[in-house]
């Protein structure tokens, strides 16, 4: 008797201890830790079917182990018929008509209906993401692996590829896009806070696809133009030491560029001490970091697409980091 309880009641408690420990982490990165109306209904969505999980699972818990303790000579539990009925017609029927009621509003509020009151192209490449915005002129900005965005305003998101495809998912903002090459896919976001948020590639995408992460940024309205503003036509490509300047000139420009209004092969590199992640989340970006990254980036990140240009002697790659630093 024993024994049959077991059977019933263990896989009871391992479900209810994953969904606990699914709970746990980093709210950056959650989406049952909304950040944005998508966001929301997603999890909305998300916990009602968590508790109607549990419910069955209760119910019929409960229905094994009246089974196990039930005594009788006779049959014992319904007739074949009405499991067949219950269970493969009656129960199946509600919960997909629920699903459904759900799932048609909640994907109804992310549709990008009207005019967004911001628009932002996104492009993905292995293994980084590029972003460009419009000034108040109407020139593009562009930034690297960071992401900024208004809070509380109305954000098309216009996904594409240079190369695989790639899916688009900032968890505590929103659902998941496909970044498809030759189309242009567009989703909705209104963020509903402040603060900082990590997105990351959802479909692999070749070998160092865990490390296509970009960091999200959600400013209050005004700050978030007047970064646009600040950001438009921001050049620096003549500031810090002439050596690093050479040295950027000789092995980084073909590719990069630390303007904003540029937009180059290679990621875009204007404002990187200002960053928090270098090589789309691969390390933190701290002043050591940098320079292992500049003289060893395939060794960090193999195979991506920056070219080994070399062993670079300790006074190049000085030269170079106090230049990306803007010194």
């Known amino acids: 008797m024993a024994g049959h309880v077991r059977k019933v009641i263990t896989p009871a408690v391992v479900v209810t201890s994953a969904l606990l420990v699914s709970g746990c982490g980093d709210p ?10 998508a966001a929301s209904e997603i999890a909305r969505i998300t916990w009602i079917m968590i508790a109607a999980t549990l419910f069955l699972m209760v119910v019929m818990s409960a229905l094994g182990l009246h089974a196990v303790y039930r005594k009788s000579d006779g049959p014992v539990g319904p007739s074949p018929l009405a499991v067949i009925l219950a269970g493969g017609v009656i129960v199946p029927t509600v919960v997909l008509l629920a699903l459904l009621v759900f799932g048609v509003r909640s994907g ?56 695989v495809i790639h899916s688009f998912w900032v968890p505590a903002l929103g659902g998941k896009i496909d970044a498809i090459p030759g189309r242009a896919n567009r989703m909705r976001l209104r963020p509903t806070e402040t603060g900082q948020f990590r997105g990351q590639c959802a479909e692999f995408c070749g070998a160092q696809h865990a490390r296509m992460a970009f960091d999200v940024q959600v400013h209050p309205s005004d700050d978030f133009h007047d ?33 904003t209004d540029h937009d180059f092969e290679g990621p875009n590199l204007a404002r990187l001490a200002e960053r928090p992640w270098l090589g789309a989340g691969t390390i933190s970006n701290t002043p050591e970091n940098l320079r292992e990254w500049i003289a060893g980036h395939q060794t960090l990140k193999p195979g991506n697409r920056m070219p080994d240009h070399g062993a670079l002697n300790e006074d190049t790659v000085e030269a170079l980091a106090r230049y990306l630093e803007g010194e």
């Open 28 to 37: 950056t990165v959650s989406a049952l830790a909304p950040a944005g109306e």
């Open 227 to 259: 970064l646009l503003r600040a950001m438009s036509g921001l050049d620096r490509r003549d500031t810090g030491p002439a050596a690093g300047r050479e040295a950027f000139e000789q092995h980084c420009m073909e590719c990069h560029s630390r303007a």
């Open 108 to 163: 109804d509020a992310m549709l990008p209906v009207g005019e967004p009151a911001v628009e932002v192209r996104v492009t993905a490449h292995q293994w980084w993401w590029r972003f460009e915005y419009r000034d108040a002129d109407g020139g593009s900005i562009f930034t690297a692996n960071e992401l900024h965005l208004p809070v509380g305003e109305t954000i098309d998101i216009v996904v594409e590829s240079a190369d």
